[in-house]
């Protein structure tokens, strides 16, 4: 496991251009430290044969993660907020660069944290939803269900605090809950429980899964009113087979090695159940079937 530097000097400037509370030395770094011991946790759930990929991966993360974090020092000593300066000739253009390099940079924190969410991937790749699954739609639909449910409980929680400053009270949390939560909230820059880029990074979540409901659910009831069709080619018998949603090219015998990549670098995969090669049946299916029809041909 390997750490990078944080910049704790700036970290502490940092904190001192939007609040008067002391900074704690060190906690930033224990912080990154701690997203970045879980990163790893994921590693050591691999297999072994992944593991070396994962910890190259967890590696590029930690790296990744630490230059975010000084960047982020940067960004907020841009610009002290209104409440540490005073509001008499308050940078106001200042003050809306630093707010769009803000906005881009959580975009950034997005991406890096596809890093362990691909480690995730490895790990529990069985549970990924694949289009072709039987119940795909059913499993996005519980996907959807829960991140409009957690969109909803963020907004509350939120508005909670906003209203009474405090999360005691708050449905079933208990004081020392509250508390700690309290004061995690004020040691933050944002004020809130969750921070608008949690909100804005679910939502986006929920607008790519009700857009992908729609498609499989649009190839559902297109594949209802397809009947399988097989034709054949010089090279290939070609099966549109409707019932799983696959285009499948069924070949005399074992195609040599420069088809077997021609096939590869279009999409398909050889399925030793169906015994042919295939891919999911979409518009692009058709398009790459027309290109390795084209490259065989010019052999």
């Keep these: 496991m390997k750490y990078y530097e944080i910049n704790e000097t700036a970290a502490r400037q940092a904190r001192e251009c939007w609040s008067f509370r002391d900074y704690q ?6 912080e990154y430290k701690a997203k970045v011991d879980e990163c790893y946790s994921l590693v050591d759930k691999l297999p072994d044969d992944l593991k070396e ?19 982020q020092f940067r960004i907020e000593m841009m ?7 005073g509001g008499s000739n308050f940078p106001v253009r200042k003050k809306e660069k630093q707010n769009a390099a803000r906005d881009k940079h959580y975009q950034l924190y997005n991406e890096i944290q596809k890093i362990p969410n691909k480690i995730k991937t490895l790990v529990n790749g069985t549970n990924i939803i694949k289009s072709g699954d039987a119940d795909a ?3 996005l639909r519980n996907k959807l269900a829960k991140a409009e449910a957690l969109q909803t409980e963020m907004k509350a929680t939120n508005a909670y605090y906003r ?13 020392e809950r509250a508390t700690e939560l309290d004061k995690a ?26 857009k992908r409901i729609a498609e499989l659910e649009r190839l559902k009831e ?28 069924r070949f005399d015998g074992k195609p040599d090695a420069d088809t077997r990549t021609v096939l590869k670098q279009n999409g398909f995969r050889w399925s030793p159940s169906n015994g ?24």
């Excluded at 030395?25 to 224990?30: E, F, P, R, V, Y």
């Excluded at 610009?79 to 300066?85: A, G, N, T, Y």
């Excluded at 209203?163 to 004081?175: A, Q």
Aim: charge should be positive.
């Design 25 to 30: 030395h060190g906690s930033k770094t224990a």
């Design 53 to 71: 990929k994962g910890t190259t991966m967890a590696d590029r993360y930690a790296r990744r993660l630490a230059e975010w974090y000084n960047k």
């Design 79 to 85: 610009c002290p907020s209104v409440m540490i300066s």
């Design 137 to 139: 739609i059913e499993q």
């Design 163 to 175: 209203k009474h400053k405090t999360m005691k009270g708050y449905k079933d949390y208990t004081d």
């Design 185 to 210: 909230i004020k040691e933050s820059m944002y004020g809130v429980p969750f921070p608008p880029y949690a909100l804005t990074n679910n939502n986006a979540k929920i607008k790519n899964t009700r």
């Design 222 to 249: 297109t594949a209802t009113e397809q009947t399988n069709e097989t034709y054949n080619t010089d090279l290939f018998e070609v099966i549109e087979n409707a019932d799983i949603m696959r285009l499948q090219l």
């Design 276 to 299: 042919v090669w295939q891919r999911q049946l979409t518009d692009n299916a058709n398009f790459a079937l027309e290109r390795v029809i084209k490259e065989l041909k010019v052999r």
